[in-house]
């Protein structure tokens, strides 16, 4: 994967074939992350993508939802793609690259099992990287009125006339 391709001329087959090269959850090239449906890609101007791609991982793993798709994620952490939190980020991705190859795995990324990726953020959830990145997925992540609907969150009640006379029982989830 040496190989570098100006953005413009990626071409689907170029595309896909990154795809198997990557992983089973992104497509990583030059400037970019996508999902591997090629349905969302997400710009990368100052880490890695290949470093977002992880962070994605990693939010996934902090709180997961099998019913969100990774575009959420995405969008979520897009905000740690800043000069100004590069090497932090960068630094704590590399330390979770290093505790994955102590587990004989080439990278945090490449770990297929969850139950595993989950091992190793318990193991440094106590650093200032792990607090920083589950800190702000809350608001990034849970503040996306696209995901609402996801959670059966219908906005706030006031302009409805408030939760009382909105009703309690329309979400089908609880």
């Known amino acids: 994967m040496g190989e ?8 689907r087959r170029q595309l896909l074939a990154r795809s198997a090269a990557a992983g089973a959850l992104f ?4 400037g970019f992350v996508a999902g591997t449906d090629a349905a969302w890609a ?10 977002m791609a ?8 902090i709180y997961p939802h ?36 102590g587990k004989g795995h080439a990278s945090y990324l490449d ?3 969850e139950r595993d990726r989950v091992d190793i953020l318990r193991g440094m959830e106590d650093s200032a990287f792990f607090q920083t990145v589950r800190g ?13 609907p996801l959670f059966g969150y219908e906005g706030e009640s006031y302009s409805k006339g408030g939760y009382l006379e909105h009703g ?4 089908n989830w609880v």
């Open 54 to 61: 992880t962070l994605i991982q990693m939010a996934r793993d």
């Open 66 to 101: 099998d019913h969100v798709g990774d575009e959420f994620y995405a969008a979520a952490v897009k905000g740690y793609d800043a000069e100004d939190k590069k090497a932090m980020v960068e630094a704590g991705i590399a330390a979770l690259d290093a505790a994955a190859r």
């Open 111 to 113: 770990m297929g099992w």
């Open 42 to 51: 997400s710009e990368v101007k100052h880490l890695e993508p290949r470093t």
């Open 4 to 11: 570098t391709l100006d953005r413009t001329s990626l071409t």
């Open 136 to 148: 702000g997925l809350v608001t990034g992540l849970y503040n996306q009125k696209a995901v609402w």
């Open 27 to 30: 497509v990583v090239g030059a």
């Open 168 to 171: 309690f029982d329309d979400i």
